[in-house]
């Protein structure tokens, strides 16, 4: 996997990224969308104990919980940063929510079938398009506190 | 300058005590001014974290004392709710909450710190979402998104019944049951337990709204709004709902072994591996007790109890003090990774 650091953050070139979420998109052959966190929204959820993830078949909108995440007795809920149907949902992760906490890059929570192609069009892909944003981003929660400097 | 609501409920029955702070939550709209709210619970019975097991909890026990199990949006453990509690929540706009779930605590519960050390309590946060007096933690809370609010729900303890408490508990064995409710007495108890005066929940109501007022705007006085009341409905129709109580985890595998946290950094562990069951409680950053059984071990079983006590927050570490007895030494580690995974 190609990757590109940003402010000590690893991540990966060949993924979108939704800056209101937090949540990156992997598209397979198929066009299905692969979601999982990126590491500013993992570390600011703490660290991850329990993972829940809404059924195969469910349609979630863009901006729509696919499943909760709970870190320190606090439950948020996993946005989906594209709409779609969940076509499955990582059995590994959901046995093991912990892996994320040491990689939350390679794990995906849930397949998403029936993306619309303009809904992916205003993520950031690429590191010219990605590293400006999460450098800012890192810069904004360091400010805030939110994550370690 | 801001305004606070506050909304006292008063004393209310068991479901409105967990569906007032979620409505609340769920109604509340972008740019709406927080909520302080407060109710006590008329009726006993056991709440339980979003994500838990419902096999942790002891359901023979619960139906013959009458105790409704209530599964909340929020996390934690199973807890045993009564009418010696005091509930407060503070609920915000998502957007006006800090973002980190430590800042989010430190943020939220510092004030219900400040109203117990306005209430005599040389009162702390322990770790990050306990709120303690020396070892004895008097308000447990948890917290989470609901809707487009935040909303941090805390207790404040005037009794506990530790033994109903270990008594709901599904558990291994009576040995893990004493152990539980040995380190409960220990490191849960009421404001009286923390040395503080005599205080009611009116006090301890009257410190709450001065401290969150300080924190968040001009306290003023409010009823729940015709929005509010129809949410707090919808909540009390889920959370009686069947499926809702067996949780979104239902069906899935048991992990392995038994967990059962006392208050921050302070469990017990269970696990069992080739036969060989070990119980060890944490205190901070050591195992402060061992046991160790098996058939087969005889006379070794002390001595690895004995090895066990001591660090526990570098698994090489328990590991090194085990490695002289071989396959049982490990076998005594297998058991116990799952429970300590979280100190490592």
């Given at each position: ?11 990966a070139?060949?993924r ?38 809404h ?6 909108g ?15 809920p ?14 590994t ?14 794990h ?15 993520m ?26 | 300058?801001?305004?606070l ?16 702070w ?22 006993a ?12 909890i002891?359901?023979d026990v ?43 605590y ?5 004030p ?8 005599g309590l040389?009162?702390?946060l322990?770790?990050?979402?306990d ?27 005037f ?11 599904a558990?291994?064995?009576?040995a ?26 009116a ?24 929005e ?7 909540w009390?129709?889920?959370l009686?709902?069947e ?11 048991a992990?392995?072994g ?36 098996a ?5 070794t ?7 066990l006590?001591?660090?526990?927050i570098?698994?090489?570490a ?25 100190r490592?």
């Amino acid at each position: 996997m190609v990757t590109f650091d940003v402010a000590g953050y690893e991540l990966a070139a060949d993924r979108r990224y939704d800056p209101a979420t937090h949540m990156w998109v992997d598209l397979d052959d198929d066009g299905n969308a692969l979601v999982g966190l990126d590491p500013l929204g993992r570390e600011t959820s703490g660290d991850v104990v329990a993972l829940s993830l809404h059924e195969p078949g469910t349609a979630v909108g863009r901006g729509e919980p696919f499943g909760d995440l709970e870190a320190a007795k606090f439950v948020g809920p996993l946005v989906a940063p594209v709409g779609g149907t969940i076509a499955a949902c990582n059995e590994t992760v959901l046995a093991d929510p912990g892996l994320l906490n040491a990689d939350a890059g390679t794990h995906w929570l849930v397949v998403l079938a029936g993306v619309d192609a303009a809904e992916l069009d205003g993520m950031l892909c690429g590191e010219a398009e990605v590293a400006p944003w999460f450098a800012a981003e890192v810069k904004r929660f360091r400010t805030q506190g939110a994550i370690a400097e | 300058m801001t305004r606070l609501r506050v909304v006292d409920a008063g004393t209310v029955g068991a479901l409105r005590s967990q569906a007032l702070w979620h409505g609340i939550a769920a109604a509340m709209k972008p740019g709406a001014a927080p909520v302080l709210s407060l109710c006590r619970p008329g009726a006993a019975y056991v709440s339980i974290g979003y994500h838990r097991r419902l096999d942790e909890i002891d359901g023979d026990v619960c139906r013959a004392e009458g105790l409704p199990v209530i599964r909340r949006q929020i996390g934690g453990g199973p807890v045993l709710i009564d009418a010696d509690q005091l509930f407060f929540g503070i609920t915000l706009p998502v957007r006006d909450a800090p973002a980190g779930v430590d800042r989010l605590y430190a943020r939220l519960l510092e004030p219900a710190a400040a109203a117990f050390r306005a209430l005599g309590l040389d009162a702390r946060l322990d770790g990050l979402n306990d709120i303690a007096v020396g070892d004895l933690k008097i308000s447990g809370t948890g917290a989470g998104q609901i809707g487009e609010a935040v909303v941090v729900v805390g207790n404040v303890i005037f009794g506990f019944d530790h033994e109903r408490m270990a008594r709901v508990l599904a558990l291994p064995d009576d040995a893990m049951r004493a152990e539980c409710l040995r380190l409960m007495r220990r490191h849960v108890g009421s404001l009286a337990d923390a040395g503080g005066r005599a205080v009611s929940a009116a006090d301890a109501t009257a410190a709450l709204r001065d401290a969150y007022g300080a924190a968040f705007g001009t306290p003023a006085d409010a009823a729940l709004s015709a929005e509010e009341e129809a949410a707090v409905a919808r909540w009390e129709t889920r959370l009686a709902d069947e499926r809702w109580t067996r949780g979104p985890r239902h069906g899935a595998p048991a992990p392995a072994g038994r967990r059962v946290k006392v208050r921050s950094d302070v469990f017990v562990v269970f696990g069992e591996e080739a036969g060989v069951r070990v119980l060890a409680s944490v205190v901070g950053d050591r195992i402060e007790r061992a046991a160790v059984g098996a058939p087969h071990l005889n006379g070794t079983a002390a001595a690895l109890q004995d090895a066990l006590v001591g660090p526990c927050i570098d698994p090489r570490a328990v590991a090194g003090r085990l490695a002289a007895f071989g396959d049982d030494g490990r076998d005594v580690l297998t058991a116990l990774a799952p429970g300590l995974e979280a100190r490592w």
